[in-house]
């Protein structure tokens, strides 16, 4: 399944300053039932968001209309305990490109490339200035730059470079999974495969 081409994205972004969110705090368990990737984005932080009965609460950053954006900063530690794919899925679905952290846990980082959603690991003091200037004014757009590996406050222009392996890189700027880069190469593939001996 192939997924929005990413390059440069610019966008405020929701602060969401809790360390160690765990994905099933991104999403809870009893939402795991479904088997396609869609609607995920209903449930993203579930029981942060709503009630009991079902009604939002009203302190929590995504019902707050004074956020918005693609991006989602994240305290330290974001997408820690089960492996579980839906909750880089919810992300996803509820609309955000890209999360922003001072460190991801390893499977849920791998599970957001798989599938569009760019985990841009900053440092903690690159961090703590995000979510400030967020604080200040929450309409502050950050600039992700995918082709150069940057992100920048583009109020002040404070920047800092970020790691990404080169595959992984390249599908997420032409939009690919596994599998659309396999048939990208369906040709040489194929060309290969016509040289080796019966």
């Known amino acids: 399944m ?6 440069i994205l610019r966008s405020s972004a929701v602060p969401l300053p809790i360390e160690n969110v765990d994905t099933d ?18 449930n993203l932080f579930r029981d942060w968001r709503y009630n009991g009965d079902d009604t939002p609460k009203a302190d929590f950053v995504l019902n707050n209309p004074t956020y918005s954006g693609k991006i989602l900063v994240g305290g330290k530690n974001f997408g820690s ?34 599938i569009g959603v760019l985990p841009v ?15 200040a004014d929450p309409n502050t ?13 583009l109020a002040t222009g404070q920047s800092e470079s970020f790691a990404i392996n080169g595959y992984k890189k390249n599908n997420m700027i032409n939009g690919f999974d596994d599998i659309d880069y396999l048939q ?3 040709e040489e ?3 290969f ?5 019966y």
């Open 2 to 7: 192939a997924y929005d081409k990413f390059n």
């Open 25 to 42: 705090q991104i999403i809870p368990a009893r939402f795991l039932k479904a088997t396609k990737r869609e609607g995920f984005g209903d």
């Open 81 to 114: 305990g089960s492996s579980r794919e839906h909750a880089a899925w919810a992300v996803y679905d509820y609309g955000f490109r890209a999360v922003v952290s001072s460190f991801f846990a390893d499977i849920f980082k791998g599970n957001c490339l798989n």
């Open 121 to 135: 690991q900053v440092s903690p003091e690159f961090a703590d200035t995000i979510f400030s200037a967020i604080e």
């Open 141 to 153: 757009e950050l600039e992700i730059n995918l082709p150069a590996q940057t992100i920048t406050l």
């Open 184 to 186: 990208s190469m369906k």
């Open 189 to 191: 593939i194929v060309s």
């Open 193 to 197: 495969a016509n040289q080796l001996p």
